[in-house]
Every structure is written in structure tokens, then in C-alpha cells.
């Protein structure tokens, strides 16, 4: 073949190749830059047998092309995990890449951080992309190409239920302010809660337990960094707080909400449920 010869390449299908799980096959056609699968022990008639006798009758055109080891990959891996700072993530995923299964276990670690996950795709690309200039550049071809578009990784959601009018009433609405007999009490326009931990210690592993269930809820992935020197944190109407063996929780919830539960002259007001 010619040196550095140009050829516009496929490397969206030509990466997908590189990567093919074992029983599959894939060549390059040189002179067209385009990639063809096929699946080694399929028979039968149709285009994936005029596909394969296409590639025996004219050898001169297909260049096989060569797949990645799975010991490569798992290296990758292994590689990407050690450069995660946070500790806790960065041992999720090395224990996920123990044992049977790791390549599943940790594509879903990953894919729990958006943040991550874009890490991981732009570093799985690099690799590829450079195993795959690698082989071209051995068989002379310089290729023109573009890189495939990444993947989307919209945060975490949880869906919220339907509901024909009126205020949307949430999970925490109904905790902090369904409180019977008129215990629930609001104090310039906010409602606390509080918890009395026997040691600073416990009240520590308290405050991260609630914030990680308050992450759940709001959608968004748990991250160690959130409470690291930290001893407030934030999200939606509701602020998690710790002082010394003290765990508190403040809420301050729109007055449609407040009247829904009966306060500042609401639906339930005649139950005595009205607050301070």
C-alpha cells in the first residue's frame, strides 16, 4: 500500500470494532474506510453471507481489524480507578473490578457520578482512538475522521408523581410537617427537627447518613466531598446541620405548602394545628 495514504475512515464503527466481544469478526474496507461485523459461526443466507464471501473474494480491499484484548481493557480500568481522588469512590470501583463481572460492576459504579462517567468516556476514547491510529498508521493510511459525539449522562432523577392541581406535596413535606396533634410547630417561617447523638463521633456518622438519604431523594449521586470539613449541607427546601453531638434539620417550605398542612389560616387551621 501507499504511505500515509488518505482515507476517510468510520471511526465511530471503527472504535465499536476494536472492542467486539469474542465470536465476532471485523475488517476495513481500504478503499472505502468503511467497517463491516461479522458474527464468526452465523450461518445461513442473507447479507451477512454476502458480506463475508465479499471479504474472501476480495482480500485485497479488507484489512482485518485487531481487537483489543479483555486484559487491556481491564487494565484501563484499573488505571482510571487510581486516579479518582475521592477515596471512597476510587475503592468502589477498584472493588468492583474484583472477581467475575467486573466489567459490568464497574460501568455502573461509573456510571452513578456524571462527572465521572464524562472522565471515563474521554479517557476510554483517547485509548481507543490512539490503539486505533496506531493499526492504520501501520498499514500506511493517514485517516480523515471525527470522533464520535459522548455519550449523554443527565444526573440521576426520580420521577415525581403526576397530580392534576394544587401545591406539589413531597416526601419530606409529609415527614416534617404531618406532624399529629398540632406538634409541629413554625418559628419564622421555618420547622426544625433535632437529634441528640451520645458522642461528636456518632452525631459525624448521623450528619452523613442523613445527607446521603436527602442526595437520594433529591437525584443526585453521593459524593464524600460534600460533608469533607463541612458541617452543613443544602438541597432543596431543607438544610442538614451539625454541632457538636447536635444533628438538626431546617426546613423552610413555600406558604402554599405550609397552608396545605393547615398553617396561617389553611384547610386544617380549625384542627389547632396553627404554629407559633
Partial sequence: MTSDRKLRVDFSELLEAV?????????????????????????????????????????????????????????????????????DIRERLQTALAGRGAFGRFRDQVQRYPDIAARWHATRQRVLVEYALQWLHS???????????????????????ARAAGPKVHLEHLLVLGAPDGKTEILEGKIEREFTARSEAEARQVFKTVVRDLCEYAGEAWR????????????????????????????????????????????????????G
Fill in 139 to 161: 498499514l500506511g493510511i493517514e485517516p480523515e475522521y471525527e470522533l464520535p459525539p459522548p455519550p449523554a449522562t443527565p444526573a440521576p432523577t426520580k420521577p415525581q408523581p
Fill in 224 to 275: 464524600n466531598r460534600f460533608i469533607e470539613g463541612q458541617s452543613e449541607f443544602t438541597r432543596r427546601e431543607m438544610t442538614i446541620r451539625v454541632r457538636g453531638t447536635r444533628v438538626s434539620i431546617e426546613c423552610a417550605y413555600p406558604r402554599e405548602i405550609l397552608q396545605e398542612f393547615g398553617f396561617f389560616g389553611g384547610r386544617d387551621a380549625d384542627a389547632g394545628r396553627q404554629g
Fill in 19 to 87: 472492542t467486539l466481544p469474542p465470536g465476532h469478526s471485523a475488517y476495513l474496507n481500504v478503499e472505502s474506510g468503511k467497517v463491516i461485523t461479522l458474527i464468526d459461526e452465523l450461518d445461513g443466507e442473507g447479507e451477512e453471507d454476502a458480506l463475508r464471501a465479499e471479504v474472501e473474494e476480495h482480500p485485497e480491499k479488507f484489512e482485518a481489524i485487531p481487537q483489543r484484548e479483555g486484559r487491556e481493557d481491564y487494565a484501563d480500568m484499573s488505571r482510571f480507578a487510581e486516579t479518582i481522588e475521592e477515596e
